[in-house]
């Protein structure tokens, strides 16, 4: 692909491509941009407006990155990804000084001792990881009433359009990293919403693959059955990129990907055309009453983009499956596998769920902030028989709701508004789904519009979804207001 340098655009938010270019040219080097990187994290993270993205830094980092400038000056390029940084969500292994802690305190002491897999996949790549990045404390599972984007390790993570505003989460601190410039690319991982989620109101794209197009080696778990790394970047050619570089067999991955999912490449369907004559299924509740599109105008704007850009676009009825047992299977979950996780960790105050809990309270910290769902899950009565089943149904009947429709209207994939009922019914079938930026909202909250369809078709998405993002061109850049 020809890039063209931009000039304008100050070096944060070069893209990866056009920071790869000048790096070719000798306009730049990785130890540069990395030390850019972290006058600008040292800049609006702790101070100025204080968004509180970074847990902690890699002491390493501008190491690697010269001696992969050195690679280069040799001739060795490992890819696309080389001497590009990567910030990660604070729940993903690093074996190196940096901690992982699920953004517990609970969790701080000696580091884990083997990379994640995908971090394996990543550091092949050439990609130098910066950091990591505040997210909602135990991925958003400590208490309901906890901000989002808030642990006792990092505090309040805050939205970088308005900082008064939420920033989601539970990987609040990759969305707003990478929205704020800090780095091009962040990982975030989701159980239910946690990339989708902060990648709408940060103003980013979040992918949250099919499950197990990624691996979970090394990631602290909240359910196997759903969980999912997945990229956060500022386009779609960004995030398929990051993807590329992450994903490949794990043994120790429990899900065996297809044949035809494996090495693929997912910046290979990325066309500008590649909306033209897709058909694309959107919540029937737009196309039977104006009051919705008053609620969602950039919805609605972001339909005329698609049909602009060749476009079929149906009104479907969208059934949302019950999801009353869906905390119930969450808890047991977690107290299925956290001690399994934590086995694998050693020079921790923890060791298991209990311990946890006990924990938090002799160090409830300065807010007082409960931990009702780790209590319920500790206390929760287990039986594999009964989790099994449970989620086999859940998984069942979310993959039937998505397919359904879509077999029913031949569609290659639907389009909903942040703001409909069904946002969850994706990650609860273990289906992927790709969120991109759509405007700006009247209070200055970034809006956006998410693309998704049946396992899998991870690929179809990205493509869409990059069609898409060309005809609209609408991210915009933080203004940090108060």
Request: charged share 20%; no cysteine; aromatic share 6%.
């Amino acid at each position: 692909m020809d890039v063209t340098l931009n000039s304008t655009t100050p070096l944060e938010y070069l893209s990866v491509e056009e920071l790869s270019l000048r790096m070719e040219r000798k306009q730049l080097t990785s130890v540069e941009l990395v030390e850019h990187l972290l006058l600008r994290i040292a800049s609006l993270d702790k101070k100025g407006p204080v968004l509180n993205a970074i847990l902690e830094l890699n002491p390493d980092a501008l190491d690697i990155a010269a001696s992969l400038d050195q690679e280069r000056q040799q001739g060795h390029i490992r890819g696309p990804l080389h001497g590009i940084p990567v910030l990660l969500k604070d729940n993903i292994d690093t074996a190196d000084q940096m901690q992982t802690s699920a953004g517990s305190l609970a969790m701080i002491g000696q580091p884990a001792t083997q990379d994640a897999f995908i971090v394996q996949r990543l550091r092949a790549a050439g990609a130098i990881i910066l950091g990591k990045t505040n997210l909602s404390e135990w991925a958003n599972f400590r208490d309901r009433e906890i901000p989002n984007g808030w642990s006792g390790r990092g505090g309040l993570s805050k939205n970088p359009h308005v900082l008064s505003e939420s920033p989601y989460g539970s990987s609040a601190g990759s969305a707003v990293a990478v929205a704020a410039g800090f780095a091009p690319l962040a990982v975030g991982t989701e159980t239910v919403g946690s990339i989708v989620a902060p990648a709408s109101v940060n103003g980013v794209v979040g992918v949250k693959p099919s499950a197990g197009l990624l691996s979970r080696t090394g990631i602290v778990p909240v359910n196997p059955m759903i969980d999912s790394p997945g990229p956060m970047a500022r386009t779609v050619r960004e995030a398929a990129l990051l993807l590329n570089a992450m994903t490949g067999q794990d043994d120790a991955e429990s899900v065996r990907q297809p044949a035809g999912t494996r090495d693929v490449d997912y910046t290979h369907l990325l066309r500008a055309d590649a909306l033209a004559g897709k058909r694309i299924g959107y919540p029937a509740r737009f196309e039977t009453t104006t009051e919705a599109a008053q609620e969602a105008p950039e919805f609605v704007q972001a339909m005329e983009v698609m049909r602009a850009a060749g476009a079929l676009l149906f009104p479907v009825e969208f059934k949302v499956p019950d999801s009353s047992r869906l905390g119930e299977g969450l808890m047991m979950g977690l107290k299925r596998y956290l001690g399994a996780y934590l086995e694998t960790r050693s020079g921790i105050p923890i060791r298991n769920l209990e311990d946890l809990v006990q924990f938090n309270q002799r160090y409830p910290g300065e807010e007082g902030y409960g931990q009702a769902l780790l209590i319920a899950s500790s206390e929760i009565a287990f039986d594999e028989d009964t989790y099994s089943q449970l989620w086999q149904q859940m998984l069942t009947e979310n993959a039937a709701a998505i397919d359904d429709v879509l077999q029913a209207h031949e569609l290659d994939a639907m389009v909903m508004d942040v703001g409909s009922p069904g946002l969850n019914v994706t990650p609860l079938a273990g289906y992927p789904g790709v969120m991109v930026p759509s405007g700006i909202a009247e209070d200055g909250v970034p809006t956006s519009v998410f693309f998704f369809g049946t396992r899998w078709s991870d690929a179809k998405l990205l493509a869409m979804a990059y069609a898409y993002e060309q005809a609209a061109d609408a991210r915009q850049t933080p203004q940090f207001k108060p």
